[in-house]
């Protein structure tokens, strides 16, 4: 790849992998680290067979779960330090304008994590269901499952909150 192709694939790329990476690290500094190492390794790796963005998500949630193992850390199945993330909201405001889009992301954020990353790449990233489910080592069914019961949850997290 040449130089302006890199430019412009990080330009694209780059808020919606931090916002992925922050639902993930749940902290601002982690994420961009995560970012970071993530187009070093894709941009080093990618073969120009395939989707771009499919391969920056797979790297990014590779990456991320070999830094949780480098560093002992348990996953946490869902449970989310809202205090971190409120902190953190101020960069979602930076990167996010639209407020609805903004409470969006922040109710996805508090999904369990398989939730979490599926709506995330078929929203943010538009992945096919072939592509994320080859990304998670699943079947395309359950991709659809489990995005339904993700979107099934948001609503339910927004309809409580409007209370």
Request: aromatic share 8%.
């Amino acid at each position: 790849m040449k130089n302006h192709e890199l430019k412009l694939i990080y330009e694209k790329y780059y808020k919606p992998l931090f916002l992925y990476a922050l639902s993930l690290t749940k902290n601002k500094q982690d994420a961009e680290d995560l970012v970071q190492s993530t187009f070093l390794k894709a941009l080093l790796s990618y073969q120009n067979t395939g989707s771009i963005r499919y391969w920056l998500t797979k790297v990014l949630r590779n990456e991320f779960l070999n830094q949780c193992q480098n560093k002992k850390r348990i996953l946490d199945e869902g449970s989310i330090d809202l205090d971190i993330l409120e902190s953190d909201m101020c960069v979602l405001n930076e990167i996010i304008q639209n407020e609805e889009k903004r409470i969006l992301l922040y109710t996805i954020m508090q999904l369990p994590i398989l939730q979490k990353e599926i709506l995330i790449e078929s929203i943010y990233f538009n992945l096919t269901d072939e592509e994320i489910s080859s990304s998670h080592n699943i079947s395309k069914e359950n991709v659809r499952q489990i995005r339904s019961r993700g979107k099934r949850k948001v609503i339910e997290i927004l309809k409580e909150d409007t209370l």
